[in-house]
C-alpha cells in the first residue's frame, strides 16, 4: 500500500524557519503531482504548494517564503519555510496523486489519492 510520511514540524518562533520532508514508498509514481496541505483545527485543509514535473505552485499566503522541491528520485518530497508568521500555525500534510498540477492550479483535496498523517507547525508571535 502506498505510504507518505512527514517529519520535520514543531515550534519556531514567527521570522524563523523549518524544513519539512515527506518520504513516499515505491507504489507512489515519480509522475504524481506531489503537494503540501495544511488545516487548522475547525477549518478547511488548504493547498500550500505543489510540484509536478518542472511546475511548482504556491499559495498566495505562502509565495516568497516557502519552497518546494523535490530529490533527485523524486521519493522525497521538501518544503522549506521561511519568515513563518502565527498564521502558519497548522498541521502539514504531504498528498500525492495522479492528477495534473500546474503552476497555477492545485487539484482540491478530493482528488489527491494518497496522504501522509501529517506533521504540526507551531508558530509563536
Known amino acids: 500500500q502506498a505510504q507518505l510520511m512527514e517529519s520535520g514540524g514543531g515550534s519556531v518562533q514567527a521570522g524563523g524557519s523549518l524544513n519539512l520532508s515527506c518520504v513516499s514508498s515505491e507504489h507512489i509514481r515519480s509522475r504524481y503531482c506531489m503537494a503540501w496541505f495544511r488545516q487548522v483545527t475547525g477549518k478547511e485543509r488548504e493547498g500550500v504548494a505543489s510540484?509536478?514535473?518542472?511546475?511548482?505552485y504556491y499559495a498566495k499566503s505562502v509565495q516568497g517564503r516557502f519552497i518546494v522541491s523535490q530529490d533527485q528520485t523524486k521519493r522525497t518530497l521538501f518544503l522549506r519555510m521561511t519568515s513563518l508568521k502565527s498564521e502558519d500555525t497548522a498541521m502539514y500534510y504531504c498528498a500525492a496523486g495522479d492528477v495534473y498540477c500546474s503552476t497555477t492550479y492545485l487539484p482540491p483535496v478530493t482528488v489527491f489519492g494518497y496522504w501522509g498523517q501529517g506533521t504540526q507547525v507551531t508558530v509563536s508571535s
Open positions: 510540484i509536478y514535473s518542472d511546475k511548482k
